[in-house]
C-alpha cells in the first residue's frame, strides 16, 4: 500500500523546536524528491522545503529558510523537518509529498509547486502559542 505517513506535530512554546517525520511505503523513495508544505486555516497551502533524490540538495523558499532543516535517510526509507524558532506564524497543518523524478527531474529549484507533487501524507498539525 502506497503511503506517506507524518508524525511529530503537537503545540509548542514560541521559540520552541519540532521535528516533522515522514516515513513512506509502497514506492521507490529514492525516485522521487520530497517536500513539505503547510496550510493555516483560511491560507493556501505553502511549500516549505524541498530535499533532492540524493538527499544532497536542498531548497528552501522563504517560509522556511533560515529556520528550517528538511533531511532524508534513504535506509529508513523517512524524511524529516527541522523546525527551530518557531513562531506564531508557524501555526498549519504540515505535509510531506513526494514528486517523481522521472517527470520532473530529481532536483529542487525555486518555489515548490504543489501540482507536481504525486503523493501526500495526511498532514500533522503544529501549533505555536504561549
Known amino acids: 500500500q502506497l503511503q506517506l505517513v507524518e508524525s511529530g506535530g503537537g503545540l509548542v512554546q514560541p521559540g520552541g523546536s519540532l521535528r516533522l517525520s515522514c516515513e513512506a511505503s509502497?514506492?521507490?523513495?529514492?525516485?522521487?524528491?520530497i517536500g513539505w508544505f503547510r496550510q493555516a486555516p483560511g491560507k493556501e497551502r505553502e511549500g516549505v522545503a524541498c530535499?533532492?533524490?540524493?538527499?544532497?540538495?536542498?531548497n528552501y523558499p522563504d517560509s522556511g529558510e533560515g529556520r528550517f532543516t528538511i533531511s532524508r535517510d534513504s535506509a529508513e526509507k523517512t524524511a524529516y523537518l527541522q523546525m527551530n524558532s518557531l513562531k506564531p506564524e508557524d501555526t498549519a497543518v504540515y505535509y510531506c509529498?513526494?514528486?517523481?523524478?522521472?517527470?520532473?527531474?530529481?532536483?529542487?529549484?525555486?518555489?515548490?509547486?504543489?501540482?507536481?507533487?504525486?503523493?501526500w501524507g495526511q498532514g500533522t498539525q503544529v501549533t505555536v502559542s504561549s
Open positions: 509502497g514506492f521507490l523513495f529514492n525516485h522521487y524528491a
Open positions: 530535499i533532492d533524490t540524493s538527499g544532497l540538495s536542498t
Open positions: 509529498a513526494a514528486r517523481p523524478r522521472d517527470t520532473y527531474g530529481t532536483s529542487c529549484y525555486g518555489p515548490l509547486d504543489l501540482h507536481e507533487y504525486e503523493y
